[in-house]
């Protein structure tokens, strides 16, 4: 079965602090990894993308990685501000080419605190 | 460019009421997804459409969900009647042919009394 799974489910961090999440995927046929930010009351936004030969991407001050061999992803967050709490969600992509099926983690809930 | 609309952005009804979410996906965009996000958890996909055509439909509730997207461009979710287990954000997205990054929508609140 096609499962995502992340950790922490929620995680409070001091500002300017760094954090890292975790995924965690048994999807197959694999095509890309993606990790979403959801501020709270809006819908998810694209951080990265990584598809199977690239081990590192990022994005200002997102970092993630993809290990293929083990199925697992991070997102690195550095100097956490303020703007940065909101839920991390972790999506694979199980069909190659094409308009794909995403299957969803559950995502992780971060708060940065001042 | 806009980007995904969404209306009504929060809902509340009694259970058993209709309910309705429309959906306007990027000009463009072929593909439209409605999902459905319980809190604490990640987006469900409800439905799939190419164009005006649901080509995945496997989770969608059929004994009291329906949807639409007669002219392939803009999207109705119907719930009737809601029940209790509904609350929830209905979220739409669109994307390109060819390319799976969707781009979703505010999502609507849906809270069933």
């Known amino acids: 079965k096609n499962q995502v799974e992340q950790s922490p489910q929620s995680l409070i961090i001091l500002e300017g602090k760094n954090c890292t999440l975790q995924?965690?995927?048994?999807?197959?046929?694999?095509?890309?990894l993606r990790w979403y930010k959801q501020d709270t009351g809006r819908g998810p936004v694209s951080l990265t993308i990584?598809?199977?030969?690239?081990n590192t991407k990022s994005n200002g001050r997102y970092t993630a990685t993809l290990d293929a061999d083990t199925k697992q992803s991070s997102l690195h967050i550095t100097a956490s501000q303020l703007s940065d709490s909101a839920s991390y969600i972790c999506?694979?992509?199980?069909?190659?080419?094409?308009?794909?099926?995403?299957?969803f983690g559950q995502g992780t809930t971060l708060q940065v605190k001042p | 460019e806009a980007g995904v609309v969404q209306s009504p952005r929060y809902k509340i009804i009694e259970k058993k009421q209709p309910v309705a979410f429309w959906c306007n996906p990027i000009?463009?965009?072929?593909?439209l997804y409605w999902y459905r996000q319980n809190l604490g958890q990640g987006p469900e996909l409800l439905i799939r459409?190419?164009?005006?055509?649901?080509?995945?439909d496997s989770q969608l509730p059929k004994d009291r969900f329906s949807a639409e997207r007669l002219k392939g461009v803009d999207s109705t979710l119907k719930i009737q009647p809601a029940e209790l287990g509904d609350s929830a954000v209905y979220l739409c997205?669109?994307?390109?042919?060819?390319?799976?990054?969707?781009?979703f929508g505010p999502g609507t609140r849906l809270t069933v009394l």
């Open positions: 990584m598809t199977f030969s690239e």
């Open positions: 999506v694979v992509s199980a069909e190659v080419g094409n308009t794909g099926k995403l299957i």
């Open positions: 000009s463009g965009h072929n593909t």
């Open positions: 995924c965690n995927y048994t999807v197959s046929p694999f095509s890309n």
């Open positions: 997205a669109s994307s390109s042919e060819g390319n799976d990054e969707q781009f």
């Open positions: 459409y190419e164009n005006e055509e649901a080509v995945d």
